[in-house]
């Protein structure tokens, strides 16, 4: 069964600063989906970036990047110049191609303090 | 585009109490999801259906927990009768089918529900 794990429970940065969240997965899948997704205090869950683990690339998203490491199965999310905007939950999430069902982490507690 | 719509936001009962909640997705969007998220914790699947069919349930406690979706569009979710441990917001999200959209899926505002 896939896992995905989120190591963080809460992280709290400055306004301008950058911070990263950690998640690492286990799966004997190759081809597979991950995924980092927002859900501020309103609740919904909307999705920050997605990798496709074929791809060596790290995806980026304007201030959002992944550092994607398949052989450590990390997928850590890196945000720039973070923003009041930005505080919210930050799911990781799997989902693999065969099984077609999106298991998410624990969710770290991200806050942007002013 | 029009989001995936939940009613109702928010709903109290006492336990051994029934409660349905509803789900309308994206327009076009075959694939349905329920997930019932506890706090402090992911979302877990609950049940998902492609169009009105159902293509995995293994987590819905299905002593008390149904779902529907009659028509292949709204869907239904009902807990009867409703524990303590049912507390949770619940989630509907939707999707178009798999690979060719890279499995995105879209998440309604939720359910927040209260057993008392």
């Known amino acids: 069964a896939q896992t995905v794990t989120q190591s963080q429970p809460e992280m709290s940065v400055q306004e301008a600063e950058t911070v990263t969240l950690s998640c690492t997965y286990d799966t004997s899948e190759s081809n597979y989906y991950l995924f980092w997704y927002k859900q501020p205090p309103s609740r919904q869950m909307i999705l920050v970036i997605r990798?496709?683990?074929?791809?060596?690339q790290n995806a980026t998203e304007n201030r959002f990047s992944v550092n994607f490491q398949k052989a450590a199965k990390s997928f850590s999310l890196k945000i720039s110049d973070s923003q009041l905007g930005d505080t919210a939950m930050y799911f990781c999430a799997f989902i693999s191609t065969g099984a077609q069902k999106l298991v998410f982490g624990q969710g770290t507690r991200l806050t942007i303090n002013p | 585009e029009a989001g995936v719509a939940q009613s109702p936001r928010y709903k109290i009962i006492e336990k051994r109490q029934s409660v349905a909640f509803w789900c309308n997705p994206i327009?076009?969007?075959?694939?349905l999801y329920w997930y019932q998220q506890i706090l402090g914790q992911g979302p877990k699947l609950l049940i998902q259906f492609q169009n009105n069919g159902v293509v995995d349930d293994s987590q819905l406690p299905k002593d008390r927990f149904s779902a529907e979706r009659l028509k292949g569009v709204d869907s239904t979710l009902k807990i009867q009768p409703a524990k303590l441990e049912d507390s949770a917001v619940y989630l509907c999200a939707s999707s178009l089918p798999g690979l060719a959209y890279s499995y995105e899926q879209y998440f309604g505002p939720g359910t927040r529900l209260t057993v008392t």
């Open positions: 990798q496709e683990a074929y791809k060596q």
């Open positions: 327009s076009g969007h075959a694939t």
